[in-house]
Structures are given as structure tokens and as C-alpha cells.
Nanobody, 125 residues
Framework: QVQLVESGGGLVQAGGSLRLSCAAS????????MGWFRQAPGKEREFVAG????????LYSDSVKGRFTISRDNVKNSVYLQMNSLKPEDTAVYYC??????????????????WGQGTQVTVLS
């Protein structure tokens, strides 16, 4: 299975931007669709954005559509989440995940078999 390490989280004022990165190793990165999820305290982990193996197809949750952009670089074995116009409700631990069904974007956590350790994003009002 691919191993994933996120980076790029931090503290930002509302309206600001952050770019999360997720580096993959020990696997063929292009064999996976990738997703970003987030989990706020006391809440379930929720789907944020997904991208298929080629980058030709993306999907976003309604709460981030138009503000966040997911992308990937199969040469660098990395997936990114550009987050703009951040809101306090975006505060959460953000996780990247790999799904073996590379043609499809899955919104359920059960569709992913590899997870990173998470990176904290805190948006101040």
C-alpha cells in the first residue's frame, strides 16, 4: 500500500489561503484515485475533494466548491489541496487518502485503503 504524508497546515485568518500537500511513497501513485477528508472535533470525518488517477476528473463537497482546488502531480507522487477564502468552519484536521479504484472518485471513507497522519488547519475569525 502507498504511504502518505501531509504537510502545509497551519493557522490562518478568515479569508486567507493555505495549500496542503500530500506526498506518497511505497507504491505506484498513479494507480490510485486520491481524496482529501477533514475531521473537526466531535464530528465525523467528511469528504472534501477527490481526484481520479489522471487528474482529469475532480469532485468537491458543496461546502468547499468554488473555494478549494484539488490537483495532483504523478511525477512528483503528490496531491495538493489549494484552499482559498477560508472560513472558521473549515477548521479541522485534514487527511489525504488513496483509493485503489483509480478511475472513480469515492466520497466514503470506506473506499480508501491508505491514509496520512493528518495536518491541522485552524482558521481564525
Amino acid at each position: 500500500q502507498v504511504q502518505l504524508v501531509e504537510s502545509g497546515g497551519g493557522l490562518v485568518q478568515a479569508g486567507g489561503s493555505l495549500r496542503l500537500s500530500c506526498a506518497a511513497s511505497r507504491g505506484t501513485f498513479s494507480m490510485y484515485a486520491m481524496g482529501w477528508f477533514r475531521q473537526a472535533p466531535g464530528k465525523e470525518r467528511e469528504f472534501v475533494a477527490g481526484i481520479n488517477w489522471s487528474g482529469g476528473s475532480t469532485l468537491y463537497s458543496d461546502s468547499v466548491k468554488g473555494r478549494f482546488t484539488i490537483s495532483r502531480d504523478n511525477v512528483k507522487n503528490s496531491v495538493y489541496l489549494q484552499m482559498n477564502s477560508l472560513k472558521p468552519e473549515d477548521t479541522a484536521v485534514y487527511y489525504c487518502a488513496a483509493a485503489p479504484r483509480r478511475m472513480f472518485i469515492v466520497t466514503s471513507t470506506s473506499g480508501y485503503n491508505s491514509w496520512g497522519q493528518g495536518t491541522q488547519v485552524t482558521v481564525l475569525s
